[in-house]
């Protein structure tokens, strides 16, 4: 049995203590807990979500949010070209399903296509040529921490971004499989997660996008994450893999997509979910329904990896790394400074290993005497577009692609 499967099944075990007996409860949190039967479905205790290490296959993320569970990760962690399974960040909108049983699984392709299909697993990979690559999801909420007045929502800071490699079949060659028709301009996704409410009739999160970004051949049907299963707060069995856009349009527990012949009006496309303000508005104000617009490709971001902000430097020369990513295009260069902007470094930039996977840069440095200093860096993307010291405010706290900076003390 896989490593990642082992994730699976702890997690579904302690799914199903925290709803038994109290007894049985007490063996996950080591005592009795009289009440274990009212525990509402998809809530944390507190002593296990005191540190999200104690989710199943996943290492010293930040808990944000217990209903519905969500947790990022520290830049630091983030150093890997490839980021490790269990430092990839959970995004959930519902309570994950119960059975994520592949060999089960069945994905329905249907709406406005010429055959509509049912697929398992088996069938996706038999039927379809299997490819894989390293590919960047981020929430479109990535940086809501920072904005002032606060926007409503998970309060992100910089760990809501990953760069696993993904397995699995090109969406487009399975819509195109089942033949699209004229008239399909948008795609709507669904998965198996539940609502939050427990009402069956509503979806947690349903989104969709254009065709032409459907079409793209790097969005996945993914069912392996880093060569194994995919972990079950990541998606498992299946999922959806669209880098470049907000991570919501990259269903987890994927089992239906099907074409439209309208922008999808599904759970989190409509209103102002992952949409922005047409026009530029100030702190606090209040922007009609109607002037919002959807976000599609994510901006500009860079991340520094190394050192760790805060970290004691005794070294006169040292190396500060990390990443950088930009939506549906490469970046062109990055550079860093330590003298708050004064004047800036250039860094050494490596390619993607593939299209839509981030590109690690690394540079080092001197500083010339003991102190505090602080880090900055700023990538530019092919477009020649480059990460502002602070964005605009806007009211849902999307796209926050401001400088990342980390303070150190050479000592």
Not at 1 to 28: H, P, Q, Y
Not at 48 to 58: C, F, P, R
Not at 211 to 224: H, R, S, V, W, Y
Not at 378 to 390: G, H, K, L, W, Y
Request: aromatic share 8%; glycine share 8%.
């Amino acid at each position: 049995m896989t490593s990642d499967n082992n994730s699976i099944n702890e997690w579904n075990r302690r799914k199903f203590l925290m709803r038994s007996t109290g007894a049985s409860a007490g063996l996950v949190l080591g005592m009795i807990v009289p009440f274990a039967r009212n525990i509402p479905d998809g809530l944390l205790p507190i002593v296990l979500a005191q540190d999200a290490d104690e989710i199943a296959g996943k290492d010293n993320l930040s808990l944000l949010n217990d209903r519905p569970l969500n947790a990022e990760t520290p830049p630091h962690l983030l150093d890997d070209i490839v980021t490790p399974t269990d430092r990839h960040f959970i995004r959930n909108n519902g309570n994950p399903p119960d059975d994520v049983d592949p060999e089960s699984w069945l994905l329905t392709i249907d709406g406005l296509v010429e055959t509509p299909l049912s697929l398992t697993i088996e069938e996706l990979k038999n039927q379809f040529e299997i490819v894989t690559y390293n590919l960047l999801i981020e929430c479109g909420g990535n940086g809501r921490a920072f904005f002032d007045p606060p926007a409503r929502g998970n309060q992100w800071t910089y760990g809501a971004v990953a760069c696993s490699q993904w397995t699995g079949v090109r969406l487009a060659d399975v819509l195109n499989a089942a033949g699209i028709k004229p008239d399909a301009v948008y795609t709507a996704h669904e998965g198996t997660d539940s609502h939050l409410s427990g009402d069956p009739e509503k979806h947690p999160v349903s989104r969709g996008m254009p065709i032409d970004k459907a079409m793209d051949p790097f969005n996945l049907i993914a069912f392996e994450q880093n060569g194994d299963a995919l972990h079950p707060m990541n998606g498992a069995p299946l999922r959806l893999v669209v880098p470049g856009w907000p991570g919501s349009c990259s269903q987890k527990w994927l089992n239906r997509i099907y074409l439209r012949d309208q922008v999808h009006d599904g759970a989190k496309m409509t209103g102002t979910s992952y949409r922005v303000p047409e026009y530029k508005v100030a702190p606090g104000q209040k922007v009609p329904e109607e002037d919002f617009k959807i976000i599609e490709a994510m901006p500009v971001k860079s991340l520094i990896t190394y050192p760790e902000t805060m970290a004691d430097i005794s070294a006169n020369e040292f190396e500060v790394r990390g990443q950088a990513w930009a939506g549906d295009t490469t970046i062109s260069a990055v550079d860093i400074s330590y003298d708050f902007g004064a004047t800036w470094q250039k860094t050494e930039l490596q390619e993607p290993t593939n299209p839509h996977a981030w590109q690690r840069w690394s540079v080092k440095i001197n500083l010339p005497q003991k102190g505090y200093y602080e880090v900055w860096a700023r990538a530019t993307d092919a477009n020649n577009i480059s990460q502002p010291f602070a964005i605009d405010w806007n009211p849902k706290g999307y796209l926050n692609n401001s400088l990342h900076r980390i303070a150190i003390q050479r000592v």
